[in-house]
């Protein structure tokens, strides 16, 4: 069951970033918070997977066992949540309420399926796609980014291509972003969330 988050509405518009794992959602993302540190904040998800050299604990995601987060879920406390690639992911709605209570976008980096799920609540976010330039490079991407095991590479690249056909659906997504040059899908990306930017801004200095 989704229900309606009544904690969306107030301040700035949430931005979803969502794409196949390898696309460059972290990459673009972390370019983001880092050049605008105060307008941007991170909505940490929940995950049953474990975590990667440098991750962080809270940071990164909240590492949490199968048992403890069924829990969480079934007391109500996530407004979305999803199996991949054999883990679970969910975003609570503390994650939210952290970022909206600080006045900061708040930014979730979530699959199709909680795009999905998102979308049946009054979250009302922006909605970006991030699609590598194709899926040689997308593998190439992520065997160089050696997190994952031959099996997990499979399962991600199964996963890549579904959601390359999900994505298509009209309507879906408010932009579409190929992340082939870096810098110039990080353009794409500030561009299409600039007015937020400077809402944010000038809230800040009223
Ligand atoms: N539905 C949902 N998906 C999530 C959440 N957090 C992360 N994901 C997605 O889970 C997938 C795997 O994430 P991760 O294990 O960090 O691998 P990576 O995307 O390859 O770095 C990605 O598509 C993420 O967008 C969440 O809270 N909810
Ligand atoms: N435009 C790009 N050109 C080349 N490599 C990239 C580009 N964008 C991201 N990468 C690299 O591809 C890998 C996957 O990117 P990442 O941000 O981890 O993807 P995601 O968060 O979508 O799973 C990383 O090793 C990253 O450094």
């Not at 999900?166 to 561009?191: C, H, M, Q, R």
Request: hydrophobic share 35%; with cysteine.
């Amino acid at each position: 069951m989704y229900f309606s988050v009544t904690l969306a509405m107030q301040g700035p518009r949430p931005v979803v970033l969502s794409g196949p794992s390898g696309a460059g959602k972290s990459t673009l993302l972390k370019k983001l918070l880092k050049e605008y540190e105060n307008v941007f904040g991170f909505s940490v998800s929940h995950t049953t997977r474990q975590p990667r050299p440098g991750e962080v604990n809270g940071k990164d995601y909240h590492f949490v066992t199968r048992e403890d987060m069924q829990k969480e879920i079934d007391a109500g406390e996530f407004i979305e949540h999803a199996e991949f690639s054999g883990n679970m992911y969910g975003t609570s709605k503390g994650a939210v309420q952290a970022v909206q209570a600080r006045n900061q976008i708040c930014v979730l980096d979530i699959d199709i399926q909680g795009v999905k799920n998102i979308k049946r609540t009054d979250l009302n976010p922006i909605y970006i796609f991030v699609q590598p330039p194709s899926m040689d490079i997308l593998e190439k991407r992520l065997r160089d980014r050696k997190t994952e095991t031959e099996e997990s590479l499979l399962k991600r690249l199964t996963a890549a291509r579904v959601d390359l056909e999900l994505s298509k659906e009209p309507g879906l997504f408010d932009l579409v972003i190929i992340n082939d040059d870096l810098e110039k899908a990080y353009s794409e990306l500030k561009e299409m969330l600039l007015e937020e930017i400077k809402k944010t801004e000038e809230s800040r200095k009223s």
